[in-house]
């Protein structure tokens, strides 16, 4: 090069440093999805990737599965789980004569703490909230219409004694020792219905349920408190306190419910949301007797549709927005009506109630779902693990099923390009590619 | 693949190990003598060449090839002849290449000692540097 060359270059080379410098810092990287800022939010984690990977389908998918194949696998790891929560230093001993004479008494309100036994099984409500014609629910229903009698049940007796509204309930032989009674209770309960728990997420959903029941607005309000400390444990958070800001939202919620229209924020806006005691009864039959996903998620997508009918002017790509929406809120539901279902539900407040006995000489400190949550806080932040750990490794291994659609022609590709890379190189090395270069 | 599902990192962790196609794996290597007798054989870097190999494959991409419709030189092929420049030069002219040979290298060599010739069969016993330079 020149001397002028030289010079121009000294000059042409700042000025490329100073374009360089002027470019500043590259723009910081937005977040479209929440979760990712979100520290341990696993599931919601997971319902982005899959959202991410094979949209709004694999959500419907998800949920259907859920409701089809999870229910079903989850039972005896559940129940392995709460066994193990109910194995206790006691667990050799021998059942206590007095136990085994009397059993313990328990008033009904304090079991049944959302009011499943004052319906009728047989009613449209009971139809849909009591599950299995053999499980705890029916048996102590049969017991409440046969007051005065023992009914069986499991390894139990009920009796339902009228003047104080309240069970006895003791042993009906067979288990020695405290601990194979409460195993042998868990291994033959039906601890998680189905079509109940369907019920459940759809009223906590719609409301139709607590409406046409004639639920107080106290009554639901209530429950929603058990509720949101049960999504608090899901979260990692065993304060059991509910932030006093929360208490007005609850109210609201319980409002709402008590009318049958809940209000939700699914990503564009409040959209009330309804459904009739026919679509609900319907919707929930159908799908309490399917496993297969897609309809399933096609089924509970289509309540939406329904009920939102009342709301006008709702584009296509709106309603797209409000089913993912939809999803996500129900999965997360769904959740917590699981973890409602290994710990506040009738048939396990009785363990409770007779672990209580057996460990305070038969005296049972059971109040409020709410201040008993403090009382087996480890009891209930397990299970909730374990209920976490089986809907995070159920989405987790859907979105690798549907990335490894995704990668298959990638890795194909990489394949087919390594191949010729290598055969490149050979070719190169042996001097084939002058050849070929030469003939072409 | 075991995975902790109440663990964040584990589940990312599980993505990560698909998402990087590990499985796929390396070539196989390419032998030895194939490198030392191909080698020489090669005609090394041209920026030339890689410039107007990437100039004709632009219709691939649906972009015109050649002069401006005014007749002017395409400035984004001039460009694309500068920054090919650019690169090969930094390779050919700043990258550093380092080889790093492992011992176990079986050796013969021959020598001489106060009492006559000896012949040595062994292997090498330390980790070896060497440089290289792209041509």
């Known amino acids: 090069m020149s001397l002028a060359d030289n010079k121009r270059s000294v000059f042409t080379t700042i000025g490329s440093y100073n374009s360089l410098n002027q470019q500043g810092k590259s723009p910081s990287q937005t977040d479209l999805y929440p979760s990712v800022n979100n520290k341990n939010d696993i599931v919601p984690f997971l319902l982005d990737v899959l959202k991410t990977v094979a949209g709004s389908v694999a959500l419907s998918e998800a949920i259907g599965g859920m409701f089809g194949s999870l229910i079903n696998k989850a039972e005896p790891q559940l129940k392995t789980a709460l066994k193990k929560q109910f194995t206790q230093s006691n667990a050799s001993e021998p059942l206590p004569s007095t136990f085994n004479n009397n059993g313990i008494t328990v008033p009904v309100k304090t079991v049944d703490n959302n009011g499943v036994l004052k319906n009728n099984p047989n009613s449209d409500v009971g139809n849909l909230t009591y599950g299995s014609t053999t499980n705890f629910n029916t048996k102590a229903y049969d017991a409440i219409l046969n007051s005065g009698t023992f009914v069986n049940y499991n390894n139990m007796q009920i009796k339902y004694n009228q003047s104080s509204d309240s069970f006895q309930i003791k042993p009906a032989g067979g288990s020695t020792t405290v601990g194979s009674f409460f195993d042998d209770y868990i291994d033959n309960v039906d601890l998680i219905d189905k079509k109940s728990l369907l019920s459940n997420v759809m009223d906590n959903f719609y409301g139709t349920l607590a409406k046409t029941q004639g639920k107080t607005i106290q009554q639901i309000y209530n429950e929603l408190q058990t509720e949101t400390l049960l999504n608090q444990v899901l979260d990692d958070d065993d304060s059991f306190v509910i932030l006093p800001e929360k208490y007005d939202e609850l109210l609201a919620k319980a409002r709402e419910m008590a009318n049958g229209s809940v209000n939700y924020d699914l990503g564009c806006g409040l959209m009330p949301s309804e459904l009739s005691l026919n679509d609900f009864s319907k919707t929930v039959s159908s799908i309490s007797g399917s496993t297969d996903p897609f309809y399933i998620g096609n089924q509970l997508g289509a309540t939406i549709d329904q009920s939102t009918n009342a709301t006008q002017d709702l584009t296509t790509e709106n309603k797209e927005t409000i089913k993912d929406g939809f999803f996500q809120k129900i999965i997360r539901i769904f959740t917590v009506k699981m973890l409602e279902a290994v710990t506040t539900t009738p048939q396990v407040r009785v363990l409770f109630a007779i672990m209580s006995s057996l460990q305070n000489n038969g005296v049972i400190k059971l109040n409020s779902p709410t201040e008993d949550m403090k009382n087996f806080k480890t009891c209930i932040k397990c299970m909730a693990k374990e209920i976490m750990r089986l809907v995070a490794a159920f989405i987790f291994l859907l979105a690798i099923s549907y990335l490894i659609k995704l990668l298959k022609p990638i890795i194909k590709k990489v394949i087919k390009e390594k191949i010729n890379q290598y055969t490149g190189v050979i070719t190169s090395l042996t001097g084939a590619n002058k050849l070929t270069d030469a003939i072409i | ?135």
């Not at chain 2, 290597?29 to 990437?54: E, F």
């Open chain 2, 1 to 135: 693949m075991a995975i902790d599902f109440s663990n964040i990192d584990a589940i990312i962790g599980g993505f990560t190990k698909v998402l990087s196609l590990s499985s796929i794996g390396g070539p196989p290597p390419v032998p030895t003598p194939l490198i030392l007798v191909g080698i020489p054989l090669r005609s090394g870097l041209s920026p030339t060449k890689i410039a107007s190999r990437i100039i004709a494959r632009k219709s691939e991409a649906g972009l015109p090839v050649g002069a401006l419709p005014s007749g002017a030189n395409n400035p984004d092929e001039i460009m694309e002849r500068i920054r090919i420049e650019e690169i090969v030069k930094a390779i050919q002219q700043d990258m550093i290449i380092s080889v790093a040979v492992p011992p176990g290298i079986t050796l013969t060599a021959a020598g001489i000692s106060p009492t006559g010739p000896v012949s040595v069969f062994g292997s090498t016993i330390t980790f070896t540097k060497g440089y290289g330079v792209a041509q």
